[in-house]
């Protein structure tokens, strides 16, 4: 076998072991959205139920609450990233980290300094790299997150939230999640969880509900006071779901176009393969011929 | 046939009943609460501990719920807690180990789980 085409068939060999790999990846990925929209879709009767107890007290009574209140001069806030543990899903975790770039550069110059706090590996390699100051960090369960690690993640933010702004609290509380819109469409967005927007909530709450006038056990204020922390935890959890079904879709498509580039390129080394066989064989039998043509002429003047 | 309230048990990620019933015993923190039908809309704090629901074919479903609300209004009764399972899921004899092992750890909220599902077992 010539050089030129034992360099073609060990191309050809290792596109085809990564044809492979990428493949299983997609399948993968594909069977992970599936699981991941159906825990999306299980927690969603907790959500809803949730947000119509928070409009009810919200709307209800004239309670004044610390997160449901927007202070006057709001000086710092907290944005909370969600990115995945590992790569390979397209522009899934450059997208997110550029939508809370755009965020943290809009609140800075609103003049508000910014808290980040990121979950995934990726998204803090991203910080890190710049050597920018992220306050706490999470990672290892962005595939799939229980609601436990949703809880993990609420905590230092609610507690950070809770504390006066002079002795390094937050005013506002901002989380950037990729939302899963379908199969083919994932956008990056951000949004305001506290302090909380009641008219948004409301919207979100099923139309065309009257809401009652709900008696409180034990009173109002305690009632908020222990939804509130449930309320972010919820959405944090619904957003990690989301952000995990989102990173197993891009996956899933990435994947798929790695293996579809794999393909052509098999098809485009079998043909430059087959056409340095071709050559090759071309050459020999030239080779034969004009060697016999040679041997005949010599042996043709030896008898003269 | 008697007033029926619609019940749903959810906890954070599953529903984990749903049915008619026509009595819903919750401790909330003031104190245990009994809901029937058309009882005048309320929302409460619960503590962790038993829930007891009577459903309208006469039979009887218990639940531990670990912190959480409960929310009635219009013969719907919505109670939410973080985690919840029913008593038929709670495994005894794990749960007795559980409670040991927190005693001795002195891990508090463990211990207070464990006992609640324990509590919620025996009233099965």
Do not use: C
Not at chain 1, 17 to 41: C, F, G, H, L, N
Not at chain 1, 152 to 179: M, N, Q, R, S
């Amino acid at each position: 076998m010539g050089a030129q085409l034992r360099v073609y068939k060990r191309r050809i060999r290792s596109v085809t072991a990564t044809k492979k790999i990428t493949k299983a990846m997609e399948m993968i990925a594909a069977s992970r959205v599936v699981k991941a929209q159906r825990k999306v879709a299980a927690s969603t009767p907790y959500a809803t139920e949730l947000t119509r107890a928070v409009t009810a007290v919200g709307t209800g009574s004239n309670t004044k609450h610390p997160l449901t209140t927007e202070p006057e001069t709001a000086t710092r806030a907290a944005v909370l990233l969600l990115t995945s543990d590992r790569g390979l899903a397209g522009a899934f975790n450059s997208n997110a980290i550029k939508t809370a770039e755009q965020l943290t550069a809009r609140l800075e110059a609103e003049g508000k300094e910014v808290d980040t706090y990121v979950v995934g590996r990726r998204g803090l390699a991203h910080y890190n790299f710049r050597e920018r100051k992220v306050v706490e960090s999470w990672s290892g369960f962005t595939d799939e997150p229980s609601y436990a690690d949703a809880k993990k993640v609420a905590g230092p933010l609610i507690e950070a939230i809770e504390k006066e702004t002079a002795d390094g609290g937050v005013d506002e509380l901002h989380i950037v999640y990729t939302e899963f819109v379908s199969m083919m469409t994932q956008t990056a967005v951000d949004g305001r969880l506290l302090p909380l927007r009641l008219e948004e909530v409301a919207e979100e709450a099923p139309k065309g509900e009257i809401l009652p006038l709900f008696e409180f056990e034990p009173s109002a204020e305690d009632v908020l006071d222990a939804l509130l922390p449930r309320y972010v935890e919820s959405r944090i959890y619904n957003a990690m779901l989301q952000s995990a079904a989102s990173k197993h879709a891009a996956t899933r498509r990435a994947m798929k176009s790695a293996t579809d580039n794999a393909g052509e390129l098999i098809n485009t080394l079998s043909r430059l393969a087959n056409a340095a066989r071709q050559a090759e064989i071309t050459q020999e039998i030239s080779e034969i011929v004009g060697g016999s043509a040679a041997l005949a002429d010599a042996s043709a003047g030896s008898d003269r | 046939m008697a007033a029926e309230l619609h019940v749903e048990l959810v906890a954070a990620d599953r529903s984990v009943w749903s049915g008619e019933a026509t009595l819903v015993v919750a401790r909330t923190m003031s104190g245990d609460i009994g809901v029937m039908p058309n009882h005048q809309p309320v929302l409460g704090v619960l503590e962790s501990g038993p829930v007891t629901i009577r459903t309208s074919d006469g039979g009887t479903v218990i639940a531990a719920v670990h912190g959480g609300f409960m929310s009635f209004a219009d013969n719907k009764m919505s109670l939410l807690a973080e985690t919840a399972e029913l008593a038929d899921e709670i495994d005894v004899q794990r749960e007795e180990r559980d409670l040991e092992r927190a005693k001795a750890a002195g891990d508090a909220s463990a211990e207070r789980r464990a006992s609640v599902r324990l509590r919620a077992a025996a009233a099965r």
